[in-house]
């Protein structure tokens, strides 16, 4: 059953950002691996490393908002990895830990502010269904 994604939230340290646009991710992958032989008939692979990827997601950006002000003070004074969670809009989860990279704000005539927020990801991530 699909779900909508009105209602989903992200949240860094248990600070939620106002005023989600959208979001995406994360993009997890698995590296692979070339082992093919001069003896093989065919190309083979195996799995490399597993990487946690990155989320993305957009904001109605508010530089007096305090949600916001954490998030680029946490761009700028990041050295360690800290816990997110994304909660659906069914109450089922996805959590890990990361850390943000990336914090553009743009804007245009007519239009509100938005922010640009990416966070890689650190570590696994593990998802919850809703109880």
Request: hydrophobic share 35%; charged share 15%; proline share 3%.
């Given at each position: 059953?699909?779900?909508t994604?009105?209602?989903?939230?992200?949240s860094f340290d248990?600070?939620?950002?106002q005023?989600?646009?959208?979001?995406s991710?994360?993009?997890f992958?698995?590296?692979?691996?070339?082992?093919?032989?001069?003896?093989?008939?065919?190309?083979?692979?195996?799995?490399?490393?597993?990487?946690s990827?990155e989320?993305t997601?957009?904001?109605?950006?508010?530089?007096?908002?305090?949600?916001?002000?954490?998030?680029v003070?946490?761009?700028?004074?990041?050295t360690?990895?800290?816990?997110?969670?994304?909660?659906?809009?069914?109450?089922?989860?996805?959590?890990?830990t990361?850390?943000?990279?990336?914090?553009?704000?743009?804007g245009?005539?007519?239009?509100?502010?938005?922010?640009?927020?990416?966070?890689?990801?650190?570590?696994?991530i593990?998802?919850?269904?809703a109880p």
């Amino acid at each position: 059953m699909a779900i909508t994604a009105n209602g989903t939230t992200i949240s860094f340290d248990g600070s939620v950002p106002q005023d989600l646009l959208s979001i995406s991710g994360p993009t997890f992958s698995v590296n692979t691996i070339d082992v093919t032989s001069m003896s093989s008939t065919r190309r083979e692979f195996t799995s490399g490393q597993y990487d946690s990827g990155e989320i993305t997601f957009e904001i109605a950006y508010d530089p007096g908002s305090v949600t916001h002000k954490a998030l680029v003070t946490d761009i700028d004074a990041s050295t360690a990895a800290t816990v997110w969670f994304i909660t659906f809009s069914d109450n089922s989860t996805c959590t890990g830990t990361g850390f943000i990279t990336a914090f553009s704000s743009s804007g245009t005539l007519d239009d509100k502010l938005t922010a640009s927020v990416s966070v890689k990801c650190t570590d696994t991530i593990a998802y919850a269904v809703a109880p």
